[in-house]
């Protein structure tokens, strides 16, 4: 009889450990890590019937966050690993009035994981047709709070203002169609002085910046290289610039280890903070150019990134 249940014990024990993954599979949610071939990242999870689009984790992993799109409402998702368990995602409420169709979307997390930033238009702009400008939220109490519009000179009444990534200083690069730049739109680095503030916005100049319109695009903490939907040759998909004494380089295409499928819109790059994996974001409209209006289908993906660093020529 003891032997009996001693087998059960152990059987169970052997089931338990089988439906949980790793512990160095779980900080990344998705346990099928992905190699040199993109996979989707957690399909029923993050990847569902819905449209979810540009996943991003905070810098201890212990919180991710992504995009659906529900009823032409943008709404951030997270999930927590509590007790080493991932929580089902659950919206963030940013906006008092939640119902309204709003946009919050492209969220980027300070190192401390108390602070985001996103790109958002409020219920109340929304029904103005205002231009998208830059939020911020933050944690306080392990809830995040209603977001309030970052201010002038990052968010400005009449440009746009959008992809905004927070590097280790706190400082700001984010896109803009603001005048004074070198294409229709251009990125920013705008440096942070402290108490939510920030220096007029600096263009990062001409090695990036060109004459089509620069979107997408992800800033590593350290400021060492960024990766920016590609407008530099034919090909479509990404580009990874390195910055070498201090200067960007001219962004370089790399080979995303599947065919780029030419009736979808590849953007919203990001790197894991441990730098191994990197994500993008796909999405398909129709017709083709109905864009945002006409959007069917979004869906993030996930692939090892060590093909991109190898391009970092010395």
């Not at 201890?60 to 966050?65: I, N, V």
Request: aromatic share 14%; net charge positive; with cysteine.
């Amino acid at each position: 009889m003891k032997k009996s249940v001693l087998l059960v014990v152990v059987g169970l024990n052997l089931v338990l450990f089988g439906c949980n993954p790793t512990s160095s599979n779980r900080q990344y949610l998705d346990k099928s890590l992905p190699k040199t071939t993109p996979r989707t990242f957690a399909p029923t999870v993050v990847n569902t019937d819905s449209i979810e689009i540009n996943t991003v984790f905070n810098f201890s992993f212990t919180e991710m966050f992504f995009t659906r799109i529900i009823n032409k409402k943008f709404t951030i998702y997270h999930s927590e690993l509590i007790e080493g368990n991932w929580t089902a995602p659950q919206p963030i409420q940013m906006f008092k009035n939640q119902e309204k169709e709003s946009v919050a979307i492209d969220p980027t997390i300070t190192q401390d994981g108390n602070t985001m930033y996103f790109l958002g238009i409020s219920p109340e702009d929304h029904l103005k047709k205002s231009k998208p400008d830059i939020y911020r939220t933050q944690k306080v109490d392990g809830k995040w709070q209603l977001a309030t519009k970052v201010g002038y000179p990052i968010s400005t009444p009449e440009y746009a203002e959008s992809y905004p990534v927070v590097v280790a200083d706190g400082s700001l690069y984010f896109t803009s169609d603001r005048p004074g730049g070198l294409g229709k739109r251009d990125i920013y680095r705008a440096q942070y002085l402290g108490d939510g503030q920030f220096a007029s916005p600096v263009n990062i100049g001409s090695a990036v910046n060109s004459e089509k319109s620069e979107r997408s695009t992800y800033v590593s903490p350290d400021e060492s290289f960024l990766i920016t939907a590609n407008t530099y040759s034919d090909q479509k998909g990404f580009a990874v610039s390195f910055k070498k004494k201090g200067k960007w380089q001219r962004p370089v295409s790399f080979d995303l280890g599947e065919p780029i499928n030419e009736g979808w819109i590849y953007f919203c790059p990001y790197m894991t903070p441990d730098n191994k994996y990197f994500f993008f974001s796909k999405r398909l409209s129709s017709p083709p150019k109905s864009g945002w209006r006409g959007v069917i289908k979004g869906e993030v993906s996930w692939v090892a990134s060590s093909e991109i660093f190898k391009l970092n020529v010395k």
